[in-house]
């Protein structure tokens, strides 16, 4: 009995000896990520806008009789060319012409009572009162006549130059409004252009002068140069955009108006601001985002928040300053955390991105 309790008492104290003897094992080193960088590059390229407008003629007339009628006659149809001058449609003459009978017959009413008044002025049996009612009288009628006369010139619709019929919008012997167009007229001379809407956070961006490059829709014709020759002051209520004009420097292929086209517009150089890959954007979002950089003699890396601006491509443009003496990660921004011990395996001499 007393052999078997000294043989486990000498079991534990070896058991415990062991556990004396054992060491911690000691944890290895994490080591340093490896990382690329670029040098933060400032630039004063502006982004382009880009939109679709609308081709059209710089000269573009909706044609009308200035009074209502019957239409008589409608002597073009649409894509005919025109001489400045040729009549192009005309109303039925018989009521304005009586009105044009009628105002010289009371023209010649007035001429002879306003000589009877002056002959009996003369003989002082009439008074200054009743001269002065007969030629008032005179003046008024005249007026009238000549409204008359106006009227029937523009109870005719003539090409006011050289061009090209658009649309046609009446027929012979259909009720016309006064003022209601009937043709569309494009003038020869004075070349083309596209209208386009743009968004307000873009139209602030533009300028008179800023240049342009147009193509149709379907990017099959070859592209054509332009100006923007107009801004609108007040945005157009019903599409809450703000109405631009691009001047076209010469005629594009097959050029319809009424045609879509595409246009970049290459707004002027802006202030400079930083610019960095997108690789270097880590959690972006419509809010912000952050970069993770580096000084030139150190190791850690330091998380910034940033407000990007625009992205173009692989370069994202920052609304937030950066210090020039920085450089930004690359590659491996996903595996860092602010503070980490990083190794740069490869510099690149970033570059602005051109215009």
């Not at 743009?198 to 602030?204: I, K, L, S």
């Not at 099959?220 to 157009?236: N, W």
Request: glycine letters at 8%.
């Amino acid at each position: 009995m007393h052999m078997r309790i000294l043989a486990v008492a000498l079991a534990g104290c070896v058991l415990g000896s062991g556990c004396a003897k054992q060491t911690a094992v000691a944890v290895p080193a994490v080591p340093p990520v490896a990382v690329a960088t670029v040098p933060v590059v400032y630039s004063d390229r502006a982004l382009p806008v880009r939109v679709t407008g609308l081709l059209a003629r710089v000269n573009e007339a909706e044609l009308a009789f200035k009074i209502g009628g019957v239409v008589e006659v409608v002597a073009v149809r649409a894509g005919d060319r025109v001489k400045g001058g040729q009549e192009l449609a005309r109303l039925r003459l018989e009521e304005i012409d009586a009105q044009v009978a009628q105002a010289a017959s009371v023209v010649a009413k007035a001429k002879r009572d306003l000589a009877r008044v002056e002959k009996l002025a003369a003989d002082r049996v009439a008074t200054d009162e009743n001269l002065q009612d007969a030629r008032t009288a005179l003046e008024v009628a005249a007026a009238q006549a000549r409204i008359a006369d106006f009227n029937r010139r523009y109870a005719v619709v003539r090409a006011p130059a050289d061009g090209r019929i658009l649309r046609r919008a009446a027929e012979p012997d259909e009720l016309v409004a006064p003022g209601r167009p009937v043709l569309t007229f494009a003038a020869e001379a004075g070349g083309w252009l596209v209208r386009a809407g743009v968004p307000d956070r873009e139209a602030g961006r533009l300028r008179i002068g800023d240049t342009a490059t147009l193509a149709n829709a379907d990017l099959a014709a070859e592209a054509v140069a332009g100006t923007v020759s107009q801004i609108a002051e007040a945005a157009d209520p019903a599409t809450r955009t703000v109405p631009i004009e691009i001047r076209l420097a010469e005629v594009p292929p097959g050029a319809r108006s009424g045609a879509v086209l595409v246009a970049t517009i290459r707004p002027q150089a802006v202030e400079p601001r930083a610019t960095v890959p997108a690789a270097a954007i880590v959690e972006g979002d419509a809010r912000g985002a952050s970069v993770f950089v580096i000084g030139e003699t150190e190791t850690k890396v330091r998380r910034l928040p940033v407000v990007v601006e625009a992205l173009d491509g692989e370069a994202v443009y920052l609304r937030t300053a950066l210090p020039r003496n920085l450089r930004v990660v690359s590659r491996g921004a996903e595996f860092l955390r602010d503070g980490l011990d990083v190794k740069v395996i490869s510099e690149t001499a970033a570059t602005a991105p051109g215009r």
